[in-house]
C-alpha cells in the first residue's frame, strides 16, 4: 500500500510534468521557475536542517565504538573502530564516507523453514548502495558538460572511463546500467523481503521511484529518443549565469527529466536523503572517544552544592577532638 501511494504520487508528477512539457508555456515554466524554486527550497532546507544538527547538544562524546577502546599502553587499541584522536575519527569518517563501512558489516536475520534462526552477512546490500551512490556522483560529475564551458578536462576523462566497454551507439555509460541495476535491486528487496516491507514507509519508496524516473528519462534521452543537446546546454548555461533562456524544440523528455530533477532537489532537505549532510554532523561518528581520557561536563548541569570532609571536620572539629577522633587537620 505504501509503496503503491508513493508510485501514485510518482505517476501523478509524471502526468502532470509530460502535459506541461508538451506546451509552451509548461516548457517555460519548468526550464525556468521550477529549477530555480527547488534550488532555493534545497539550499534553505539544508541550511535549516544544518543549523538544527548544529543547535543539538551534545554534552559529551556519544561516538559508535566497534573496538577496543585505548587505554592502557600495553592493550592495544582499534584506532580506527574506536578512534580517540581528531584524526582518527577523520580517518574513519572518510571510510565510511567513500565506502560504506559499516554497511560492509551489515548482518541480516533470517528464519529458515529447516533452521533456526540465522545471521548472516549481507554484502549484496553493500554493493548495491556503492554502486548506486558511486554511479550517482559519476552521473552528476558527466553532467557538468552542460553547466560549465569550457568543460572542465575530468568531464571527457571520466566519459571514456564510463564508456570503457564501447558497447552500443551511443556509447554505453557503465553507470548507466549500474545505477537502474542498483535502485531495481534497492527497490526490490523493500518489496519482496516481508520484514523489510513491514518496515518500510511511502518516504522509502518515494525516493526510489523518483531516481528511477529521472534515470530512465536521461537513458531515453541518450539511446532512445534523440533531444536537442545543444538546446539543453544553453538552457543549462541560462540557468547558472541567471538569464534563464527556454530555446524551442529541445524535446518534451528533457523537460520531463528536469521536472524530475527539481523534485528531487526540492524534497532532498526534507527526506531521509538529508543523510548526505547529515553524516557529517553526526555526533555518533565526527567525535574521537576521549571519554575516559578526559572529563567532559555538562555545561548546564546545575551547580552541584557539595558538604567536602574538610567542612564537615571543620564543623565538628570540637566534638572530634573531645570525642578523641583523630582528624585530618590539626
Ligand atoms: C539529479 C540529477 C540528475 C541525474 C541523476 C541525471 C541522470 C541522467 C542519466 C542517468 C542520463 C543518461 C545519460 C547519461 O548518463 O549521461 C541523463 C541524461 C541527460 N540529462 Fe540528466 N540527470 C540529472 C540532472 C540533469 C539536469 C539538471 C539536466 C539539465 C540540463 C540534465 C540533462 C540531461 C540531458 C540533456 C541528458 C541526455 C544526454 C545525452 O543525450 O547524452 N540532467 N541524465
Given at each position: ?6 508510485l ?12 506541461a ?27 535549516a ?38 584524526w ?56 557538468l ?5 569550457p ?23 557503465l553507470?548507466d ?5 542498483a ?53 543549462a ?17 528533457f ?18 536523503l ?5 553524516v ?9 572517544n ?14 552541584v552544592?557539595?558538604?567536602?570532609y ?18 585530618d587537620?590539626?
Open positions: 500500500m505504501r509503496a503503491w501511494s508513493a501514485a504520487i510518482v505517476v501523478v508528477l509524471l502526468g502532470v510534468a509530460w502535459v512539457s508538451g506546451t509552451g508555456g509548461g516548457q517555460a515554466v519548468i526550464g525556468t521557475v521550477i529549477p530555480y524554486l527547488a534550488v532555493a527550497l534545497f539550499l534553505a532546507g539544508m541550511v536542517r544544518v543549523i538544527g544538527w548544529a543547535r543539538s547538544p551534545v554534552p559529551f562524546r556519544i561516538t559508535t565504538t566497534c573496538g577496543q577502546q585505548r587505554s592502557l599502553p600495553w592493550i592495544p587499541s582499534a584506532t580506527l573502530d574506536n578512534p580517540h584522536t581528531g582518527g575519527a577523520v580517518r574513519r569518517m572518510v571510510l565510511e564516507v567513500l565506502l560504506f563501512r559499516s554497511l560492509f558489516r551489515n548482518t541480516r536475520s533470517e528464519l529458515r523453514p529447516t533452521e533456526r534462526l540465522v545471521y548472516e552477512s549481507d554484502k549484496v546490500l553493500w554493493v548495491a548502495a556503492l554502486a548506486f551512490h558511486w554511479s550517482f556522483l559519476v552521473i552528476l560529475l558527466r553532467h558538460r552542460f553547466f560549465l564551458e568543460i572542465p578536462r575530468l568531464v571527457p576523462l571520466l566519459e571514456t572511463v564510463d564508456g570503457f566497454f564501447q558497447l552500443t551507439v551511443p556509447t554505453l555509460f553507470t546500467a549500474l545505477i537502474v541495476a535502485l531495481l535491486y534497492l527497490l526490490g528487496r523493500r518489496v519482496l523481503n516481508v520484514q523489510l516491507r513491514y518496515l518500510s514507509l511511502a518516504a522509502d519508496y518515494f525516493p526510489l521511484f523518483v531516481l528511477l524516473t529521472i534515470a530512465t528519462t536521461g537513458i531515453l534521452m541518450r539511446y532512445v529518443t534523440k533531444v536537442d543537446l545543444v538546446g539543453a546546454k544553453e538552457l548555461m541560462g540557468l547558472v549565469t541567471f538569464h534563464p533562456v527556454v530555446p524551442q524544440g529541445i524535446g518534451t523528455l523537460f520531463v527529466h528536469l521536472f524530475f530533477v527539481s523534485v528531487l532537489f526540492a524534497y532532498f532537505p526534507f527526506s531521509k538529508v543523510h548526505m549532510g547529515g557529517f554532523l553526526s555526533p555518533t561518528r565526527n567525535l574521537a576521549n571519554n575516559r581520557a578526559r572529563r567532559h561536563v555538562s555545561p548546564w548541569n546545575p551547580e552544592k557539595v558538604h567536602t574538610e567542612q564537615w571536620e571543620e564543623e565538628f572539629r570540637d566534638k572530634l577532638v573531645a570525642a578523641g577522633i583523630p582528624l587537620k590539626e
